[in-house]
C-alpha cells in the first residue's frame, strides 16, 4: 500500500534529480549553439545538439516539468527540420536556440532554489502561456548519479568546519609530549641526584640500620617508577600525537577533495558571454580555454568567476578591435582570447590574453590628470591604479562598460581568497591579465615571523626565500634600501611600518631578517624583527561589520601553543610597500673583541637551516651551516666549532654516524652536540644519548627558546 505523501516525495526527489541532469545539459546544449553559430552546416553539431534536447525532453517529462518538455520538444522539432532538409540553421533559429538555452538555465536555477524570479518563455512561435511547474522551494535530497552520490553543500561545508577544528585540536594535541618530556628529564634528574645523595648515605650510615635501609629503597622505587611511568607516558603521547596529526590530515585532505571543483566549471558559460558582448560591440571573438581539469576549491573557482567575467566582458568591449580595423592591422578578423589556468605548487594561475589593441597608456594617464592623480613615471605602475575603481578610459559608459568598477571588481573578488591580479600588455597585439591565488583557503603553509609583539604568519608560496644579512650588504637605490635578488634590485620595507599603529618599527642594531616575497613581477624584502618557524596553519576569516578588520590582514590561526598569528594579505602588503617613503636603518655597532662563539648547524632542510641559524645569529653566535652529516664533518675539520646543532635523518651521513664520528675523535670529542629531529621515541631518544649526544630536541615540540637555553647550558 502507497504511503501517504509517497507520491510527493517522488515527485520532488525525481525533479530534484532532474535540476542536477538540467544543468549539466544545458551547459553542453550552450556550447553546441556556439559551434553551430560559427559553423551554421556542421552536421555534427546539429545532431548533437538534437540529441540533447531529446534527452531532456523525456527527463522534463519524467519529472512533470510540463513547460520545459513543451520548450524542448519545439527546439527539437525545429533541429529535426534543418537537419531532415540539410541545410544550415538561420540566423533567427540560432536566436531561439540561444533564447532557449538562456530558458533552460534559468529553469535550472529555479529548481535549484538559487533563484525566486519569474521565467519568462522565449517566443518561439507557437509558445502556448501555461503556468510553469518549476517549484517555487528548494528540494531536498541526495540523489544517487551515476557512480557518485549527490551531496548537499551546507552538509560537505558543516563536515569542512569540523575538519578544520579537528586540525587545530591535533596541533593542539602536538605540544603536550613537550610537557611531559620535561618532567621525564626532571624526573631523570632527580633519579641521578638521589643515587649520588644515596651512595653518599650509605657511606655515612649502618649498612645494618634496616630503617635507613628501607627509607632509601622506598625512594629509589618511588623515583624508578616515576622515570618509568614517564617515559611510557611519552612514547604514548607521542604516539598518539601523530596517530591524531595523520588522522586529522586525512580527514581534511578527504574534506578538501570534497570541496575541489575542476577549472572546467568556471569557464563553461565564457564563450557565451565573450559572444553576446561581441554581438552587441559588432565585434567577432573566439574563446579558447586551456587547463580544463586544473582543480581548486569550491569558494577559490567562485571569485575567480566573478573575475573572469569582467575581464571576459573588457577583452572584448574594451580591448578587441572591429573586423575592419582589425584587417587594417594586419589581423585576422575574428579577435581571440585565451584563457589558461595551471597549478603551480599549491597555487592556481589563469591568464586572460586577448590579441587586441593593447591597454592605451596615454588614455590612463590623462584620465588620471582629469581625477587630479599624480600618474606614476613607471606605464606598469600606472595601469595598476586601474584596479582601485572609478577609472576608466571610455568617453561614455554603456551598458556593458565605462564606469571603472569591472576591474576594481576584479581585485576586490581576488583579495578575498587571498590572491592577486597582474597586467601586461603589448601595444597594439594584445593584453594578459594573470590571476593567481590558493587551491584552498581552509589551510596555508606560512613562515611565522614576529613582528612587535604579535606573530605574522607569511604564506609561503608568496616567499622567494628568507635571509639575514647586515647593513652594509644593502644599498641604496632611488632612495630607497634595496637587496640584490639576481634580478632588479628588492625595495626593503618594514613590515611594522605596513601593518601601522599600534605596531612601531623599531630599526635592528644588528643583521636584519627579511622575508623576500613577490607577486607577479613585483618583489619586497620584508623586514621583521625575527624568523620563527614554518608551519601549516588553518586560517580564519578576520571581518568587523561585515568588512575586513585590517587591510594587510586575510585571516587568523589559532596556533598549538594557544596564541594568534594574523595572515598577512601579501598582495596588499607589496602594493603598500611599494608606495612608503625609503627607510634608512642605523649603521651597525661595531663588533666588541671578544670573539662569538662559533655554533654549526647540521640540516639537510634548507628552510629548518634557515629558521636555526636566524636563531643563533640573532643571540650573537658565529653561525656556520652544513646540508648534511658528510658536509657538517669537513666543515667541522675546516673551521672547527664550539658546539654543533644537527638533524638526525640526513643522506650520507646521518646525526646520529656524525656524533660518533666526533666521540671518536680527540679533536672534537668534547664538542657539545645537540640532535634536533622528528625522530622523538624514548628508544630514539636513548640511541641519540647513547652514541654521545649531549641533548636531544625534539621537532614537534621545538621552540626557540629551549634550543638558546640547551645552548647556554652546554656552553657554560
Not at 167 to 177: E, G, K, N, S, Y
Not at 669 to 680: F, G, S, Y
Request: hydrophobic content about 45%.
Amino acid at each position: 500500500m502507497t504511503q501517504p505523501g509517497s507520491n510527493d516525495a517522488l515527485a520532488a526527489r525525481l525533479r530534484a534529480m532532474f535540476a542536477e541532469e538540467l544543468e549539466d545539459q544545458a551547459s553542453a546544449a550552450n556550447a553546441h549553439v556556439l559551434a553551430l553559430e560559427r559553423s551554421p552546416n556542421d552536421a555534427e553539431e546539429l545532431r548533437s545538439l538534437f540529441r540533447v534536447m531529446h534527452t531532456l525532453k523525456g527527463a522534463a517529462r519524467a519529472a512533470n516539468v510540463l513547460d520545459l518538455e513543451r520548450l524542448c520538444h519545439r527546439l527539437e522539432s525545429m533541429l529535426a527540420s534543418a537537419r531532415d532538409e540539410g541545410r544550415a540553421l538561420a540566423p533567427a533559429e540560432l536566436q531561439m536556440l540561444f533564447d532557449g538555452v538562456d530558458e533552460l538555465t534559468e529553469a535550472g536555477a529555479r529548481l535549484r532554489g538559487e533563484t525566486s524570479a519569474p521565467v519568462a518563455s522565449p517566443d518561439l512561435g507557437s509558445a502556448s502561456a501555461e503556468p510553469s511547474q518549476v517549484p517555487t522551494e528548494p528540494a531536498r535530497h541526495e540523489a544517487v548519479r551515476e557512480s557518485g552520490i549527490r551531496v548537499g553543500q551546507d552538509r560537505v561545508d558543516a563536515l569542512f568546519t569540523a575538519s578544520n577544528r579537528l586540525l587545530i585540536v591535533a596541533a593542539q594535541a602536538r605540544a603536550h609530549p613537550a610537557t611531559i618530556e620535561e618532567v621525564y628529564e626532571r624526573a631523570a634528574r632527580a633519579d641521578s641526584a638521589w643515587r649520588r645523595i644515596r651512595r653518599y648515605l650509605a657511606s655515612l650510615g649502618d649498612a645494618r640500620d634496616a630503617e635507613l635501609v628501607r627509607a632509601m629503597t622506598t625512594v629509589d622505587d618511588a623515583l624508578d617508577g616515576i622515570v618509568t611511568q614517564t617515559s611510557t607516558l611519552l612514547g604514548a603521547t607521542l604516539r598518539g600525537a601523530r596517530d591524531l596529526d595523520r588522522v586529522a590530515e586525512d580527514v581534511g585532505r578527504g574534506v578538501r577533495e570534497l570541496r575541489m571543483r575542476p577549472f572546467a566549471d568556471v569557464v563553461s558559460d565564457l564563450p557565451r558571454v565573450a559572444r553576446d558582448v561581441a554581438a552587441a560591440t559588432h565585434k567577432e571573438v573566439r574563446v579558447e580555454i586551456e587547463g580544463e581539469n586544473a582543480q581548486a576549491d569550491r569558494t577559490v573557482l567562485a571569485q575567480l568567476h566573478e573575475a573572469l567575467l569582467h575581464l571576459v566582458r573588457n577583452a572584448v568591449d574594451h580591448g578587441i578591435e572591429p573586423p575592419a580595423i582589425r584587417r587594417t592591422r594586419g589581423k585576422a578578423p575574428e579577435g581571440r582570447i585565451r584563457i589558461r589556468a595551471s597549478l603551480v605548487g599549491d597555487r592556481i594561475v589563469v591568464t586572460v590574453k586577448d590579441d587586441g589593441a593593447g591597454l592605451d597608456i596615454a588614455a590612463i594617464r590623462r584620465r588620471l590628470i582629469e581625477k587630479g592623480i599624480q600618474a606614476p613615471s613607471d606605464d606598469r605602475a600606472a595601469t595598476r591604479l586601474l584596479f582601485l575603481g572609478g577609472l576608466s578610459t571610455r568617453e561614455a559608459a554603456t551598458s556593458i562598460s565605462g564606469r571603472g568598477v569591472g576591474l576594481d571588481a576584479v581585485r576586490a573578488a581576488m583579495e578575498r581568497i587571498r590572491g592577486g591580479v597582474d597586467v601586461a600588455w603589448v601595444a597594439g597585439r594584445g593584453t594578459t591579465f594573470t590571476l593567481e591565488a590558493p587551491l584552498t583557503l581552509a589551510t596555508v603553509r606560512v613562515i611565522l615571523t614576529r613582528v612587535g609583539s604579535i606573530q605574522v604568519a607569511i604564506p609561503t608560496a608568496f616567499i622567494e626565500r628568507l635571509v639575514r644579512i647586515r647593513r652594509d650588504e644593502m644599498r641604496v637605490v632611488e632612495g630607497r634600501l634595496a637587496i640584490e635578488t639576481g634580478g632588479a634590485p628588492a625595495v626593503v620595507a618594514a613590515l611594522a611600518s605596513i601593518l601601522g599603529p599600534p605596531l612601531a618599527d623599531r630599526p635592528p642594531d644588528g643583521p636584519v631578517a627579511l622575508a623576500l616575497v613577490r607577486v607577479g613581477e613585483r618583489d619586497v624584502a620584508l623586514r621583521v624583527d625575527e624568523l620563527l618557524e614554518e608551519t601549516e596553519i588553518v586560517v580564519r576569516p578576520v571581518r568587523a561589520h561585515g568588512r575586513i578588520a585590517v587591510p594587510h590582514v586575510s585571516g587568523a590561526a589559532l596556533l598549538a601553543d594557544g596564541s594568534v598569528a594574523l595572515v598577512l594579505n601579501v598582495t596588499a602588503a607589496i602594493a603598500t610597500a611599494l608606495g612608503l617613503p625609503g627607510e634608512a636603518l642605523p649603521a651597525e655597532q661595531p663588533e666588541q673583541a671578544v670573539a662569538r662563539k662559533r655554533v654549526l648547524v647540521v640540516d639537510d632542510s634548507i628552510t629548518t637551516r634557515t629558521l636555526e641559524a636566524s636563531v643563533l645569529e640573532a643571540a650573537g653566535y658565529d653561525v656556520l651551516t652544513a646540508v648534511d652529516g658528510a658536509d657538517g664533518w669537513r666543515v667541522l675539520q675546516e673551521r672547527g666549532a664550539d658546539l654543533v646543532v644537527s638533524d638526525v635523518e640526513m643522506p650520507r651521513m646521518d646525526g646520529l654516524q656524525l656524533t660518533e664520528a666526533m666521540r671518536a675523535s680527540a679533536r672534537f670529542r668534547d664538542v657539545p652536540m645537540i640532535l634536533v629531529t622528528a625522530l622523538e621515541s624514548p628508544e630514539h631518544r636513548s640511541r641519540g644519548l647513547e652514541v654521545g649526544a649531549d641533548a636531544y630536541l625534539g621537532k614537534s615540540s621545538f621552540e626557540q627558546q629551549a634550543l638558546l637555553n640547551t645552548i647556554r647550558e652546554l656552553l657554560g
